[in-house]
């Protein structure tokens, strides 16, 4: 087990979400909020939109089980990120989104044998978000994660 391992297990996951849009495994920064925008267009369902997800670490602190082995709590968030339209009622649809990404990970106890125990998955935050002129919903959602390191 690695944090390497589980983060690339993490965005495996996340990759096989219907209609995610582009994923990353690490947290996306620009100071030019169009450029920082560019990096999560998507085309879903034949439309041109903003839709997609970084992971970022938030924390891993670490504790001895025992002698030989060190228990690592690593504290993922996945940010989401997806184009607004009051017309098109896309708040469902994010909510819907975030809804699968939770089911994607239920009961994949070990992230599929990459660690020693994973979730649920947390909607920590909800909410329409500017970003530059473009307004978006966004979610955060947290994942902990136990990582058993031995001697």
């Given amino acids: ?33 169009g450029a920082f925008i560019s990096l999560f267009k998507s085309t879903v369902g034949s439309k041109d939109q903003i839709r997609g997800c970084e992971i ?10 025992s002698n030989a082995e060190e228990l690592i709590r690593h504290q993922y968030v996945i940010r989401m990120y ?3 339209s009051d017309a098109d009622a896309t708040e469902k649809t994010f909510n819907a989104l975030i809804e699968a990404v939770k089911s994607a990970f239920r009961f994949n106890f070990q992230l599929n044998d990459t660690c020693e125990s994973a979730g649920p998955v947390s909607a920590d935050i909800i909410e329409p ?12 959602l947290s994942l902990p994660v136990i990582e058993m390191v031995t001697n």
């Fill in 1 to 33: 087990m690695s944090e390497a391992l589980i983060r690339t297990q993490i965005f495996t996951i996340l990759s096989g979400v219907t209609d995610i849009g582009k994923v990353y495994d690490y947290e996306r920064w620009s100071a030019d909020w």
């Fill in 56 to 65: 970022a670490r938030r924390a891993a602190p670490g504790g001895y089980d």
């Fill in 82 to 84: 997806m184009s607004l």
């Fill in 129 to 140: 978000r500017f970003f530059g002129s473009v307004l978006c919903h966004y979610a955060e």
